[in-house]
């Protein structure tokens, strides 16, 4: 093997190895946590989350100190729900809560520790001010309720 491909296999490794570690950091603390895409066929270093009950705009306000985005690459730059994780089957008001965690060949193990930590904390902040999140907590199915204006 050469050397270039040795080093680009190491590198490949260690983004699928933190990646794991970032899923399974976030999914084993929160409940309601939904991987946008395929777990398997798709590039370890892009993981795009939906946080039911939690807005992403207010999460990425949140996690100043982490460098996220939020939606889809396409539509980052917009509020509107990322068309991309629509036409994969993401509903919209999941659409509206992902962000996207970018990992490379020099993240650290200390900085996903870091990102795993914040993400808990500030989405059971925000999910604690959230009515929808009592009503999903106390086992209601918010699709089932005919909503109405006032």
Not at 73 to 88: G, H, K, M, N
Not at 96 to 119: A, L, P
Not at 123 to 130: A, D, G, H, I, T
Request: glycine share 6%; with cysteine; net charge negative.
């Amino acid at each position: 093997m050469s050397p270039h491909r040795r080093v680009q296999k190491a590198d490949y490794e260690h983004v699928c190895a933190l990646s794991k570690r970032l899923l399974d950091g976030i999914m084993s603390q929160l409940d309601h946590v939904v991987l946008n895409g395929d777990p398997v066929a798709c590039y370890p270093g892009c993981i795009n989350l939906s946080f039911a009950c939690v807005e992403g705009e207010s999460l990425l306000m949140a996690l100043k100190q982490v460098a996220l985005s939020s939606g889809s690459a396409c539509t980052s730059a917009s509020l509107e729900p990322s068309y991309v994780l629509r036409a994969i089957g993401a509903e919209e008001d999941l659409a509206h809560s992902s962000i996207r965690f970018g990992i490379g060949r020099f993240t650290t193990e200390e900085e996903v520790d870091f990102t795993i930590k914040q993400v808990v904390t500030h989405v059971k902040r925000l999910r604690e001010m959230s009515p929808l999140w009592e009503m999903v907590s106390e086992g209601i199915d918010l699709k089932n309720i005919k909503w109405s204006q006032h």
